[in-house]
């Protein structure tokens, strides 16, 4: 049995990714930042330990308790991510700092942690879910956005180095989706934004973890290296 780590995996993109994965047969590790998020997590049949990304203290801890479990992990899905929008001349360096710890470094914090493992088990597949706001940016968003480029060009220099040893490294950026994150929009209009997509609404997680599993999948082996779009024709 393949085992699959998720990050944020209580709600939204990673709590479908998690459930679509356990449905397939992975032993499902999900990551939550409380212990009811944790209870949740174990309620639904999934594995859950806790995890602030934005704390090195946080991170050593979670990262002990998955050795001792003593797993070989060969799915990873960088899932967690936070907004802290503001527009540049007003935001603070810790709403810069907060973005990068959650969303970019984790990516290679984490990655290098399970590399080792798919290294040995000459088999491997790590998803980072970026955004279409790497390619097009986004008013308030300066730090999201680099973020989440970050990720996709850490994605493609990845793939680069690991390819020759039978590990994939892909991400998928959605659009608007319909999560928490996206009614935290405050003032946004949310008729206004439906009118930009072509599909004409925002799209469900289960329709990201879709392809997230098609991406964990064998019939996957020869895609690497990718950024998937999934956004209803948002950005094209
Ligand atoms: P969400 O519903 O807000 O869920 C966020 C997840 O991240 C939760 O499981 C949360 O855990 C976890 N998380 C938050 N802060 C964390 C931290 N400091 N350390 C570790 N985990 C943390 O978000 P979502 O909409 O599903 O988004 C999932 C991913 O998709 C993110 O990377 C996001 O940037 C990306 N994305 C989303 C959209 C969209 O429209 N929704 C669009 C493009 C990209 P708790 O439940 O414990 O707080």
Known sequence: MKTALITGATRGIGNAI?????????RVLG???SSAGVSKLE?????GLALDLNS????????????????????LVNNAGITRDNIVLR??????????????????????????MMLKLKWGRIINITSTSASIGNKGQSNYSAAKAGVEAFTKSLAREV?????????????FIDTDMTQQNDGVNTDELIKEIPL??????????????????????YITGQIIHINGGLYM
């Open 163 to 175: 390819g020759s040893r039978n590990i994939t490294i892909n991400s998928i950026a959605p659009g």
């Open 91 to 116: 935001m603070s360096e810790d709403e810069w700092l907060d973005i990068m710890n959650v969303n970019l470094n984790s990516a290679f914090y984490l990655s290098k942690k399970v590399l080792k």
């Open 18 to 26: 998690a459930l679509h994965l356990k449905n397939e047969g992975f």
């Open 200 to 221: 004409g609404r925002f799209g469900k997680p289960d329709e990201v973890a879709h392809l997230a599993s098609f991406l964990c999948s064998e019939e996957a082996s």
């Open 43 to 47: 309620e639904e049949g999934i594995e």
């Open 56 to 75: 090195a203290e946080s991170k050593e801890k979670f990262w002990e308790q998955v050795e001792k479990k003593e797993v070989q992990i060969s799915v």
């Open 31 to 33: 990551t939550a930042t």
